[in-house]
């Protein structure tokens, strides 16, 4: 029997997905999973195609073509661990084991070290794109070392998505945990991304009393112009589903509640290791803390009232100012995260580069959206930027919106809905923009109860005041 090129361990949709999707492109692929339904559901959707699927892990090796290439699609966390000791008795050195989940970056260093000792290979890659994306083109964030990424690259290049000029979504981030890393930021933008969205579609429902068919008309149109995404694109799709045993709008039945797998928690905790602010992708994951607290939320609305929710004004300029604001809250989500990435690529030297990754996230990804081109181009014109921010094209297209984004805050705030995440990014870009802030009160503070010192504007060094009086 021919050897196989490719292994695949995890037969869940995504596990099954990526199979197909490989084989598709011509490469010959032996799965295998614990669990006999999903090697039964495989076997089923394998018919006819190049792909086995192995009944045990002896079989699973013995198919393989060497050095083996061997894909792990299971759960993050520790049934990575189980996977890889349940390979290591049957594997050579020389061999590759491809973490395609989920992985906290730090695990993926631990196991690369670890391995890299017994004379293996291991490479952390980022996968982004659901389901769909891993059946006809995910992006695809690799991280490792180089001869790995070499080694496996002419299958990555095939089964990746393809941006509109036809550049394959996929690049080798950097060493160690770099992919997972990238990867771990994407979703920490998708959080944010998704969260602004819903603010939008909050005060233009709940607050104008926008119905559910102009919401749709309302995406639709903003998807052909400076918003076309994704994630634009799938909202306006939601908004015309209606439940078919009820006939009422699907939205309406759907709980307020709102889960997560970590990514995003994870990437809101590194930021602090880094030193990078990034208000709007934790207010988004702050946003589905505070969601699952439904219960809670229940009693509070019971005893507490708040302003009306009836907007009053032109609700035609309300939706103009939210497509605006949206806009550059998106715009502030972005920059936080690339700028999240330039920190963590000198703190764990990855040597990132901002550029390729904006240009990989344009296709197959969730957060796939058309300002992805201006992104990359406006980093690979001035790779050091310190910040999106600074670039003049995005500067001007803030300063264009900047009357109705504070708009539609105040409206929110006057109407009592909440907008954490758009008034996130209003507060961050307001606090880059200033050249004078109010930390000097805390320095201050913190000479006064501490001794800490405090910097002047006056004079270099560090100083120290002594502020009783007695």
Not at 67 to 96: F, N, S, T, Y
Not at 373 to 385: C, G, K, S, V, W
Not at 432 to 440: C, D, S, V
Request: charged share 20%; with cysteine; aromatic share 8%.
């Amino acid at each position: 029997m021919t050897q196989k090129q490719f292994g695949l361990i995890g037969l869940g949709v995504m596990g099954q997905n990526l199979a197909l999707n490989i084989e598709r492109n011509g490469i010959r692929v032996v799965s295998y999973d614990h669990f006999h339904t999903a090697r039964e559901k495989m076997t089923s959707l394998a018919v006819g195609k190049q792909i086995e699927v192995a009944a045990n892990i002896g079989d699973f090796i013995d198919a393989l073509a060497r050095p083996r290439h061997i894909l792990l699609m299971v759960p993050a966390g520790e049934p990575v661990d189980i996977a890889i000791q349940e390979l290591k008795p049957w594997m050579q050195p020389g061999d590759l084991i491809i973490d395609g989940g989920n992985s906290y970056f730090m695990d993926t260093e631990r196991r690369a070290q670890a391995l890299s000792a017994e004379g293996f290979h291991f490479m952390g890659l980022g996968v982004s794109g659901g389901a769909e994306g891993a059946l006809w083109g995910p992006s695809l964030m690799a991280g490792g070392d180089a001869a790995s990424y070499e080694a496996v690259a002419p299958v990555l290049l095939k089964m990746a998505a393809r941006a509109h000029d036809g550049k394959p979504c996929v690049a080798f981030m950097g060493p160690g945990g770099a992919g997972h890393y990238v990867k771990m930021v994407h979703n920490g933008i998708e959080y944010g991304d998704m969260q602004l969205i819903a603010e939008a579609y909050d005060l233009l429902h709940h607050g104008a009393g926008v119905d559910y068919a102009t919401l749709h008309e309302i995406f639709a149109k903003w998807n052909k112009g400076v918003l076309a995404s994704y994630l634009i694109e799938i909202t306006a799709d939601i908004f015309t589903h209606v439940d078919e045993e009820t006939q009422r709008p699907l939205l309406d039945l759907i709980l307020d509640r709102a889960g997560q797998k970590g990514t995003g928690k994870w990437t809101s905790q590194n930021t602090l290791d880094v030193g990078a602010a990034i208000p709007t992708l934790t207010a988004a994951v702050n946003g589905r803390l505070l969601s699952s607290l439904k219960e809670e939320r229940l009693i509070a609305a019971e005893m507490f009232t708040g302003p009306s929710t009836v907007y009053q004004g032109d609700t035609t300029a309300l939706i103009e100012a939210v497509h605006a604001a949206l806009y550059a809250s998106k715009i502030c989500a972005y920059a936080q995260g690339m700028a999240l990435l330039r920190a963590a690529s000198k703190e764990y030297n990855y040597d990132l580069d901002l550029a390729e990754i904006a240009r990989i996230w344009r296709a197959g990804c969730i957060i796939r959206a058309d300002f992805l081109d201006d992104i990359a181009r406006i980093f690979e014109q001035d790779p050091d930027l310190p910040n999106l921010l600074l670039d003049a094209e995005i500067s001007q297209a803030i300063a264009q919106r900047q009357e109705a984004w504070r708009l539609v805050v105040g409206t929110a705030v006057q109407l009592g809905i909440s907008m954490s995440g758009t008034m996130a990014s209003l507060g961050y870009f307001d606090s880059y923009r200033n050249g004078r802030l109010p930390a000097n009160l805390i320095q201050a503070q913190r000479d006064y109860f501490g001794a800490h010192t405090f910097e002047r504007v006056d004079r270099l060094g560090h100083f120290h005041h002594n502020w009783s009086r007695t």
